[in-house]
């Protein structure tokens, strides 16, 4: 007894305590009793069956916890009930909301708290909570703000709201308890009716899982529907639950309260001993050991087959067969587009700017490399050897436009996707609002880098001086990032891993080089790959920045501008083969490059989301 004592008095003094109900935002919600029917899956391809004729209800303010050895389908039911991550399987049975059936739509009435936490680290608790309740609340923003506020007492995170989330193995941020909270949080933002919870205990230590179980206890107290998946719970944490099923070799073992569990399994002849912790006892019992495969079976058929004949048995089918139909909840409200891509562009900003070792390496190698090239090129004359010497720093230049800003940019999907597909498939946002938000984010970065390099080298060099060429220059400098920028995000949306990425990225950006005009007149190609200098945007930056830079000569060299010609000019332009009016279509070369590469991106995230699903 003093033992049960101290531990209550140090779950009060962690903040533990279950909430209370009446929250002045997280306002009246309709109860939901969810059921399902002889549910029964079976995998397409090879006919397993997972599932077999399972029934089950949920009640409203019931705290409800699916149990049973690995493999034993959970995840499996958990999935059927909220009609997600079903492919490759064949379903039957009926599931109801208040005795409505769904399918699909359950997911715009209920929220899923998912085992694993993915967030945007650089943000604080609150800011993050902030931006979900802009894509998850219909109304003002002091609405929001409330519920803001309300969530983060309620899910016990008002002390650490000003603290960064943090990157597991970069960044310290909050404890894995506050992380798995704030997980409820987002969900709670919605003030959804139902609730489901995969393994919300797994990875945290005791008095952590305690007070997560106490926390959506709380939230069941407010009326809620709450069904979570839970591996092994310690005797305590057993007890806290309103219901438990049982489920083993994808039937169920048993249904009812903690207590009626443990008098269950003895009358199957399986008493809990008294040093045992009754949930372990139980599972160990439903699981198939290995080497005794046949007398595990047998057992847990016995245990299945007087289930099926009990008294808990006949409860749960006179719950089923009284589901009289009321009204549903309301759906979950999804944000217009304008507010999607708000705040989306929001949290990708903040992000950026909380993490300015990017912005500062790029920077930095920049100016470096600007530095160096000029000083290599100095004051270049132009003279034969001048000239061929400022071509070969032009193509430079382009090159490191293109080159270090695909490559800095093509890994920015891998650490996100998993965030990006959740919500997308949450219904948080539209996936082209995600796309526009993201890419706009990180256009001022990857585009304007490029033009300290050129203002650096510009002068050092000597190039020409007059306001239009240094307009042009620099809009071909922005446009040709730009290029590179888009090829870069289409190749992270196209390949799945960082070193698929940077593999299969590589030979294309050889081509478009090898098309660059540098290495060779791209008119004297073989006229059967002649055509990919038309998709190259080394081709088009080069063309730009040599044309500019030699169709009209100032006066900042007096001596070359004595010995220049118009023939001189067309000698430069023609040995590359480039015209001296190509500036305007160089523009719109590596405009079209860029919105190419953009949808290219889009339609092969469209594939991934699909995919990942
Ligand atoms: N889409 C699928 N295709 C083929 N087999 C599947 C599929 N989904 C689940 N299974 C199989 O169904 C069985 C039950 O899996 P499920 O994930 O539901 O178990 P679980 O009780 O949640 O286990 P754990 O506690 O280990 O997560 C497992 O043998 C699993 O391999």
């Known amino acids: 007894m003093s033992e049960e004592i101290s531990y209550e008095k140090i779950l009060e003094d962690v903040e533990c305590t279950a909430v209370s109900p009446g929250y002045s935002t997280l306002g009246d919600i309709v109860p939901v009793s969810l059921h399902w029917n002889n549910i029964t899956v079976t995998t397409i391809k090879e006919k397993r069956l997972l599932l077999k004729n399972v029934s089950g209800y949920a009640k409203s303010g019931e705290l409800l916890a699916l149990m049973g050895a690995s493999g034993a389908g959970k995840t499996t039911l958990l999935n059927m009930l909220m009609c997600r991550n079903l492919k490759g399987l064949s379903t039957e049975g009926t599931i109801t909301v208040n005795g409505n059936e769904m399918a699909h739509k359950i997911s715009s009435i209920s929220g899923f708290a998912q085992q694993e936490e993915l967030f945007v680290g650089t943000l604080t608790v609150k800011e993050y909570l902030m931006i979900q309740a802009k894509l998850r609340i219909n109304g003002s923003k002091k609405l929001r703000e409330d519920r803001v506020t309300d969530v983060l007492h309620q899910l016990k995170l008002w002390k650490c709201r000003d603290s960064k989330i943090g990157v597991i193995g970069e960044k310290k941020g909050i404890s894995g308890g506050e992380a798995r909270r704030l997980t409820f949080a987002c969900e709670m933002l919605s003030n959804p009716s139902l609730l489901f919870a995969d393994e919300p205990t797994t990875g945290l230590d005791s008095f952590m899982a305690e007070s997560v179980i106490q926390i959506l206890k709380g939230i069941a107290k407010t009326g809620r529907t709450i069904i979570c998946t839970i591996h092994q719970p310690s005797s305590q944490l057993y007890q806290m639950f309103h219901r438990v099923i049982y489920l083993a070799n994808g039937s169920t073992a048993f249904q009812g309260t903690p207590q009626e569990s443990i008098s269950f399994f003895e009358k199957c002849g399986h008493r809990v001993p008294d040093e045992y912790n009754p949930s372990e006892w139980i599972i160990y019992k439903l699981a198939v050991q290995p080497g005794q495969e046949k007398q595990s079976n047998d057992r847990i058929q016995k245990i299945v087959e007087q289930y099926e004949d009990s008294d808990h048995q006949k409860r749960v089918m006179e719950q089923l067969s009284d589901v009289s139909e009321k009204i549903p909840p309301p759906e979950m409200h999804r944000a217009n587009v304008f507010t999607q891509i708000f705040a989306l562009s929001t949290r990708c900003g903040i992000d950026v700017w909380r993490a300015p070792q990017l912005t ?52 920015f999907l891998n650490n996100e996707f998993p965030l990006v597909a959740r919500e997308y498939h949450d219904g948080l946002y539209n996936l082209w609002t995600y796309y526009f938000a993201r890419c706009i984010s990180l256009i001022p970065l990857f585009s304007t880098d490029g033009l300290i390099l050129l203002f650096i080298v510009y002068w050092l060099i000597g190039l020409n001086t007059s306001v239009m060429q240094v307009i042009v220059a620099s809009i071909i400098t922005v446009l040709a990032s730009q290029a590179a920028s888009a090829f870069g995000i289409a190749m992270s949306c196209i390949f799945p891993t960082a070193q698929m990425t940077a593999v299969m990225a ?52 007096s001596n070359a501008k004595n010995n220049w010609t118009n023939s001189t000019t067309n000698d430069v332009l023609d040995y590359f083969a480039f015209s001296e009016s190509a500036i305007p279509l160089d523009i719109i070369g590596l405009i079209l490059i860029s919105l190419a590469f953009y949808l290219i991106g889009f339609i092969a995230l469209v594939h991934r989301m699909k995919k990942a699903r």
């Open 360 to 411: 500062l390496a790029k920077v930095i190698q920049k100016i470096l490399f600007g530095l160096f090239i000029g000083l290599l090129y100095l004051r270049t004359p132009y003279d034969a050897r001048g000239i061929h010497n400022i071509n070969g720093a032009l193509f430079f230049l382009a090159g490191e436009y293109i080159y270090s800003t695909a490559y800095a940019i093509m890994f």
């Open 506 to 557: 590589s030979p294309p950006l050889v081509l478009f080089r090898l098309f660059g005009g540098l290495y060779g007149n791209t008119n004297t190609f073989p006229a059967a790959i002649r055509w990919l200098q038309w998709i190259s945007m080394y081709r088009f930056a080069f063309e730009g920045l040599v044309v500019n830079q030699w169709s009209e000569i100032d006066d900042f060299h």
